[in-house]
């Protein structure tokens, strides 16, 4: 990092940055050529701007939705210019009074080595935190999205909860909190690997393989007398199984559903959805982004269990942004366990 006392370095010139724009809308899974990695010029610094040279950027399933046309929670990505997503980056130019050449911020300015944003558009954090990416993961979006979920249903001791898609950036995390809040965790992911990541690293009671057979059978041999809680990544058999085993008054977190993200046309709904009514659930939508408000609570509590050691980031890493469309491809092949981040080199 650079020396942080610098409080007003000589101004960077002839800065080039690579980003990735998106060029066309894919149709289905995305493939490399809907994709292009642009040099761009930076411009000179101005009064209150920072510029930031990324450190490591996030791939996340939801960026699929927002290549689509079309209104969504989140508009979509523009063709033809820089995509957004979570980074994690250091100060290397500052003329605005809140950051130093140095620190380290977050921004939602990712899928580019370098760029430009006022002090408002960045957040502080520290930089003895090790490895920096962890806040894209466990302490990020994806660690705030697992601690929401949980708290949106208030999932409890004593509760059974099944995760689907256990293995990802949301999933390891949720089933570790839950097993700190007292609960019974129970993981489905896509290889014997992962299912012993699940049970050996993240301290799940029980974890399958989905692929190796029928996905209520197998929920229902983990949970014999039923499940309490089901916190939907995926989708699809998962959701139907999960509709299945919950008890009478369960609760459903919809967080995701990576299953039918590349679909042309939406797949009919669970065959069991009448199961919504004779047992009296409860489903809930969640996105992040309606608990910023709760952002300091959050780290505060699950800052306090990774510096503990109670809480695990797992991450899968791959390096350079000319492979960040290949990683962010690879989340629908399950290609990651844990976060997908890409590292950027100095």
């Not at 979570?86 to 911020?105: I, L, N, P, Q, T």
């Not at 090790?130 to 208030?154: C, D, I, N, Q, R």
């Not at 008890?247 to 065959?271: D, Q």
Request: proline letters at 5%; glycine letters at 12%; aromatic letters at 8%.
């Amino acid at each position: 990092m650079m020396n942080p006392e610098t409080e007003r370095p000589t101004p960077m010139s002839d800065i080039t940055s690579r980003e990735v724009h998106l060029v066309s809308r894919p149709k289905g899974l995305p493939t490399a050529d809907d994709f292009k990695i642009t040099p761009t010029q930076l411009e000179p610094l101005q009064e209150q701007q920072v510029m930031v040279r990324n450190l490591f950027l996030s791939v996340d399933p939801y960026m699929r939705g927002r290549m689509k046309e079309g209104k969504s929670y989140l508009p979509p990505f523009e063709l033809n210019k820089a995509m957004e997503g979570g980074a994690v980056g250091e100060v290397v130019e500052s003329r605005a009074s809140e950051f130093k050449v140095g620190d380290v911020v977050t921004s939602n300015y990712g899928w580019r080595e370098f760029f430009i944003a006022s002090p408002k558009e960045l957040h502080g954090v520290s930089g003895e935190m090790e490895p920096l990416s962890v806040y894209l993961g466990a302490l990020g979006m994806t660690g705030m999205t697992a601690w929401a979920g949980l708290k949106l249903v208030e999932v409890k001791a004593g509760d059974v909860i099944y995760i689907s898609g256990a293995a990802g950036a949301v999933g390891s995390v949720a089933g570790q909190l839950a097993k700190l809040k007292g609960c019974r965790v129970i993981g489905s992911a896509g290889s014997a690997e992962k299912v012993a990541f699940l049970r050996e690293e993240c301290g799940f009671d029980e974890a399958f393989n989905y692929k190796t057979g029928p996905v209520e059978e197998q929920l229902k041999a983990c949970a014999p007398e039923g499940i309490d809680v089901y916190f939907d990544n995926v989708g699809g058999e998962s959701l139907e199984a999960a509709l299945a085993t919950l008890r009478t008054h369960g609760r459903i977190i919809a967080c995701g559903g990576i299953s039918g993200y590349n679909e042309e046309k939406p797949k009919p709904g669970p065959c069991n959805l009448f199961n919504m009514t004779t047992k009296r659930l409860t489903m809930k939508g969640l996105l992040v982004r309606d608990w910023v408000e709760h952002q300091g609570e959050f780290e505060k509590e699950v800052g306090d269990y990774y510096k503990a050691g109670k809480l695990k980031h797992k991450e899968t890493v791959v390096c350079g942004i000319e492979n960040a469309v290949s990683a962010f491809i690879g989340l629908f092949s399950g290609q990651n366990m844990g976060k997908m981040v890409v590292e950027l080199g100095s």
